[in-house]
Each structure stands twice: as structure tokens, then as C-alpha cells.
């Protein structure tokens, strides 16, 4: 939709400045036939009078019908700015909601990772008979790509979730043209990496509990 330029405000009429109203003539010294002439006089007077005073509150009404007018552009072009906002509030939402899940991410992959080390690290000690057994130490690592795994799949679900009912609720605005609905609502990033890496756990926790190595 192409940008309107708000219109300038209306330029109000200038105050009329008063006139007196035309004196009542007096006729106690005219003639008889000369009474209605000046009667009519005076009529024709209080005629312009009126006139000028109704030319004048006709410019105010067209006046109030300009601010009429340009209140009612202000208000679509309120209008026009509020659908973007809301249309901008939701994709911030969905942004927020990508932070949220990548800081899961992150705090998964610290575990993931460091359970994983420790279990190399106790198994080569192991194999290189430097300690007895790596087992424990082992089972150790094994609970922390459990619980990573844990913070993932709950990540994910709520991610989700969130994201459906966000989508959802966009559908509704943009039916009830509430917003635009231009841009774009790609698929999350965020929700792919988390996927991937909670296969990547999921391959560490089977690497650990039938000894194999899955990873070289």
C-alpha cells in the first residue's frame, strides 16, 4: 500500500468583524408617502446585513467540513501506521521466541558436549589402563546428554506450540484485515539447528550405552 502524505490542516476563515446593525429610521417628520420608501430602505439594510453574516457562517461550515475531512485522514492514516506496528509487533514476537529457543540451544550444547567429552576422556584413560575403569565417570556424561536432550525436546515442543498459536492468530488479523500480512513468515532457523543437534544427542547417548563410536 503506497504511503499517504498527510494533508495540511484547513485555514480557518478570519473572524468577521462587527457591524453595527442598521439603525431603526425615524419617521416622525416624514411624509406619509415617503414613510414606506424608507422602511424599505431599512429593510434592504438589515438584508445585507444578514447577508454578510450568513456568507460568514457559511465559511465556517465549510471550514468545519475541511477539519471534518482532515480529521477523518489523520484517522486512516493512524489506521494505516497501527496494522504496521501490529504486523511489526508479531514478527518481533516470533523473534523473541527464536532467542528463546537458541538460548536453550546453547545451554543443551554446553551440556551435550560436556558429557560427551567426559565420557571420551574417562574411556581413553580407560583403554590406555591409566585408571581402572571410566564407567561411572562415563554414566556421568550419559546424564548430562540426557538432560541436554531434555532442555531440547522441551524447547522444541514449546517453540512449537508457540509458533502455531502465532501463526494462528496472524491469520485471524490478516482475515479480519487488521494488518497487511506483506511480509513474509519464513520457517525458524532456530527450530532446524535445535532438530538437528537433538539428533546429534541423540547419536552421543546410543554412542555411550552400546560403546560404539559414532563420531570417528
Not at 13 to 25: G, K
Not at 32 to 51: A, D, N, Q, V, W
Not at 137 to 152: D, Q, R
Request: positive net charge; hydrophobic residues 40%.
Amino acid at each position: 500500500m503506497a504511503e499517504q502524505t498527510p494533508a495540511k490542516s484547513p485555514v480557518r476563515p478570519e473572524r468577521l468583524a462587527p457591524t453595527p446593525v442598521p439603525p431603526i429610521p425615524d419617521t416622525s417628520s416624514a411624509k406619509g408617502e415617503e414613510i414606506p420608501t424608507i422602511y424599505s430602505h431599512f429593510r434592504t439594510g438589515l438584508s445585507r446585513h444578514r447577508t454578510g453574516l450568513s456568507e460568514h457562517r457559511t465559511d465556517l461550515s465549510e471550514y468545519r467540513t475541511d477539519l471534518s475531512m482532515h480529521r477523518t485522514d489523520l484517522s486512516e492514516n493512524r489506521t494505516e501506521m497501527s496494522m504496521r506496528r501490529t504486523g511489526m509487533s508479531i514478527q518481533r514476537t516470533r523473534m523473541s521466541a527464536d532467542r528463546t529457543l537458541m538460548s536453550e540451544i546453547r545451554t543443551s550444547l554446553s551440556m551435550i558436549s560436556f558429557g560427551f567429552t567426559i565420557y571420551q576422556v574417562f574411556r581413553k584413560l580407560a583403554d590406555s589402563g591409566a585408571i581402572t575403569s571410566g564407567r561411572a565417570p562415563g554414566n556421568f556424561g550419559g546424564i548430562l546428554i540426557v538432560l541436554g536432550m531434555i532442555i531440547l525436546i522441551g524447547g522444541i515442543w514449546r517453540h512449537v506450540q508457540f509458533a502455531l498459536q502465532l501463526r494462528h492468530l496472524r491469520k485471524e488479523m490478516i482475515d479480519s484485515q487488521l494488518i497487511h500480512g506483506q511480509s513474509a513468515y519464513p520457517v525458524s532457523v532456530a527450530l532446524v539447528v535445535a532438530i538437528l543437534l537433538l539428533i546429534v544427542g541423540l547419536l552421543a547417548l546410543l554412542s555411550i550405552i552400546f560403546n560404539i563410536s559414532l563420531f570417528g
